[in-house]
């Protein structure tokens, strides 16, 4: 959790540029003295695409965001939950060229998570294999 308010709204003025929507805030659910949280402590942010804005963003995450990555070998098969939806960590926001590296004291990092019909993982490997997402091949995954 950060205290700092200025950089609270930084992160959701970059996640509402990188998203083309504003973001849902999160709060704590409980108090934890060892995190220095209280109940109702804005934690994170969630944003839900759909349509257009979500074919729009996985079409800059693909072909744009993902190439910027430093040291980008493609993408973990093993990210595939058992409920057919795929999960992957960006550490640094500014591979989107949305957000401006004027900035870069203030870097953070997020969570997408793409959440499809399928109900087992050859099939949404299949389906973002469809869409594009550049996942390592099998013999890079024995290494």
Known sequence: SVKDKKKVELIADRLA???????????????????KTRVGDPI???ITLRGKRMCEFLDRLIHIALPRTKDFRGLSRTSVDNMGNFTMGVKEHTIFAETSDEDLKDVFGMAITVVTTSHDKKQTLAFLEYLGFPMKREEEKKK
């Open 17 to 35: 540029r990188i998203t083309g929507q504003k973001p849902a805030t999160r709060v704590t659910k409980k108090a934890i003295a060892t995190f």
């Open 44 to 46: 994170g942010y969630q």
